[in-house]
């Protein structure tokens, strides 16, 4: 091995190892705050007056739920939601389970020709996404229970994702809100193609890659910090070239380690991945990802832990209604945290305000200590237009309310 080779080797662990550094220090302040964050809500949530709508609380109103039961905490949420819809006054709720073959598709069928008003959805991404494909352009809402290791999309709206009773507190009563959703065509290598949704990220290329190579056992262990770990085993891969078109725009060719369809921007432990993605502005961020060397690794880190808005040239995030991808060749590809293998092209739009949800925050969970240092605040709040604090979170006013 020559000197020039064993140089390039030193400098490129000496930067993946100060990345490592920086995210480790980072997970450590944001859980810190996290923890902080949790523990007002709860103790807002047990002090505030309980401020249900009347349609919410009206009795006969039916409450289904789509449960993966695989989870550890599957069979104590379905109790809590029994125990809520009682005191409430509203019949047991019908409570269906997932499974391997069927994520919730077909049960949420099930519970939408019952006549559920809520389809709370208790598990991971997978779950929420299967649930959500159905209920999209409906006026039936999405509650969510988040039992995943991500938990992306309850992370993006800012539910308390470790606070299950507040979380079945918000699926049941919690004021709705409008989303977009992205409906995806995928194109595989022998000419079949698929039709998919997403809340959160689809992308291909080293995110795909990731996800599908994480270590199971290491995920019930280390839950979704496993994910950093099968990143440092694929981060210095080899770029490929992609086609891009963006709406009404002329197709442009990259070289790429990755690319994304974002509808939210967050990731977890608060770090800030699309600043501009928002689920709620009728638009995706599509975003390139070209980095040729470990120091483009390091800038893109930087810009996602510091939060840092302005564009850097091996990060492009363009806004857009309508996206398609074609690959040269076949890459993997992920939707929402789960890997569905290789395609060959990806077409993406945006219906806008789609889905109904209940217990959408203003900002999201990375911006509720703000919020409560607002709250603290001795002067009153402006009762205009201002978001108002219901049941101890900031919430949106519902959409043509």
């Known amino acids: 091995m020559t000197t020039a080779t064993l140089s390039t080797l030193f400098w490129s662990t000496l930067v993946l190892a100060a990345i490592l550094l920086v995210a480790v220090v980072w997970l450590g302040v944001a859980h810190h705050r996290l923890r902080r964050s949790t523990g007002r809500l709860t103790r807002q949530l047990q002090d505030a007056p309980a401020g249900r709508t009347a349609a919410a609380q009206a009795p006969g109103r039916l409450v289904a739920v789509v449960v993966n039961t695989i989870k550890d905490s599957a069979d104590d949420v379905v109790r809590q939601i029994h125990s809520a819809c009682s005191r409430a006054g509203m019949p047991a709720p019908l409570v269906m389970a997932s499974s391997a073959e069927d994520p919730g598709h077909e049960m949420t069928r099930r519970a939408m020709k019952a006549g559920a008003v809520t389809v709370i959805a208790a598990g991971g991404d997978g779950t929420v996404r299967a649930v959500a494909a159905e209920l999209a352009g409906t006026e039936t809402a999405l509650g969510i229970v988040p039992l995943g290791t ?8 800012g539910l308390p994702f470790q606070d299950l009773p507040a979380c079945v507190d918000e ?6 809100h409008r989303v977009d959703t992205l409906d995806l065509s995928l194109e595989r290598a022998d000419g079949s193609v698929e039709e998919e949704n997403s809340l959160v990220i689809a992308g291909g290329g080293l995110d795909a890659e990731v996800m599908g190579d994480t270590r199971e056992a290491l995920k019930q262990r280390a839950g979704w910090l496993a994910y950093g770990e099968a990143g440092l085993r694929h981060i210095m891969g080899s770029r490929s070239s992609v086609t891009i078109s963006v709406d009404d725009g002329e197709a442009q060719t990259h070289r790429v380690r990755s690319v994304l369809l974002a509808n939210c921007g967050s990731l977890q432990a608060g770090m800030l991945l699309v600043p501009s993605a928002k689920f709620d502005d009728g638009h995706m961020d599509a975003v390139l990802f070209t980095p040729r060397h470990a120091w483009d690794w390091a800038r893109i880190m930087a810009k996602t832990v510091t939060r840092f808005a302005a564009d850097i040239p091996v990060m492009t995030v363009r ?3 309508r996206v398609t991808v074609t690959m040269d060749e076949p890459m993997p590809f992920q939707i ?16 806008p305000h789609a889905l109904v949800v209940n217990g959408v925050s203003v900002r999201g969970i990375q911006e509720l200590e703000a919020a409560d240092e607002d709250t603290e605040s001795d002067e009153a709040p402006d009762q205009g237009d201002e978001p108002k604090l219901t049941k101890g979170r900031i919430t949106k006013a519902p959409q043509g309310a």
């Open 319 to 321: 806004q857009a209604k």
């Open 336 to 351: 929402d945290g789960d890997a569905v293998g290789e395609v060959t092209s990806v077409s993406a739009r945006v219906r």
């Open 171 to 176: 699926a049941l009563h919690g004021r709705s």
């Open 150 to 157: 991500g938990n992306l999309f309850a992370r993006n709206i």
